[in-house]
């Protein structure tokens, strides 16, 4: 079964620093999503990336699957206190299944 | 914005008790998933349906869980009785078909005690 493994597991930054997320897989990656979730509530979504050198970005956000697709990066540009969160990536493990196996979340604090 | 609804946010329920979640998907989203999340962990998925039927529940414990969507529409998931280790937050998402990126509802946070 696949398996994703973020890092780091948490992340403390100050206001103003940029910041990167990694997830890793033990397979190949069929589609990669990113979320975002708050403390106690549902999952935002944030980014789909499907080909291998994909990159989208939106806002100050910008997330990059590299060739091989076995690992994604979400990098954030001058973080502000709104970006914090727990971060998630998913992969679809058979590709078209729609079904999504998740990372354990790398939660982010924004320091003022 | 269309948004996936879910019913109750909250529920505290004693070990033992029967409790139930209600999702409704958004309009014409023919997939609906109920996924699991216990603290510091990421999602699991429990349970996937297309229309009325159900594609997986291989993750499902079907000796105490339990999930219909009668009519293809909106969705109940049900656990008795319920045991200390069920305490989680339950997700519910759709999508339409063949669209990757679905939408996740707010999520009902389970304590049981």
């Known amino acids: 079964s696949q398996e994703l493994e973020q890092s780091p597991q948490s992340l403390i930054v100050q206001e103003g620093k940029n910041l990167t997320i990694n997830c890793t897989s033990s397979?190949?990656?069929?589609?990669l999503y990113w979320y975002k979730q708050k403390y106690g509530e549902g999952l935002i979504f944030l980014m789909m990336?499907?080909?291998?050198?994909e990159e989208k970005s939106h806002e100050k956000i910008t997330a990059k699957l590299d060739e091989k697709k076995q690992q994604s990066s979400l990098h954030i540009t001058a973080s502000q206190p709104s970006h914090a969160g727990i971060y998630l990536c998913?992969?679809?493990?058979?590709?078209?299944?729609?079904?999504?196996?998740f990372g354990k979340g790398t939660k982010l604090t924004v320091n003022p | 914005e269309a948004e996936v609804a879910q019913s109750p946010r909250y529920k505290i329920t004693e070990k033992s008790q029967a409790v139930a979640f209600w999702c409704d998907p958004i309009?014409?989203?023919?997939?609906l998933y109920w996924y699991r999340q216990i603290l510091g962990q990421g999602p699991e998925l429990l349970v996937q349906f297309q229309d009325e039927s159900v594609v997986d529940d291989s993750q499902l414990p079907k000796d105490r869980f339990s999930a219909e969507r009668l009519k293809g529409v909106d969705s109940t998931l049900k656990i008795q009785p319920a045991e200390l280790g069920d305490s989680a937050m339950y997700l519910c998402?759709?999508?339409?078909?063949?669209?990757?990126?679905?939408?996740f509802g707010s999520g009902t946070r389970l304590t049981v005690v």
């Open positions: 998402a759709s999508s339409s078909r063949g669209n990757y990126g679905y939408t």
């Open positions: 990336l499907q080909k291998g050198g």
């Open positions: 309009s014409g989203h023919a997939t």
């Open positions: 998913g992969a679809d493990p058979r590709g078209g299944s729609e079904k999504l196996v």
């Open positions: 397979k190949t990656l069929y589609g």
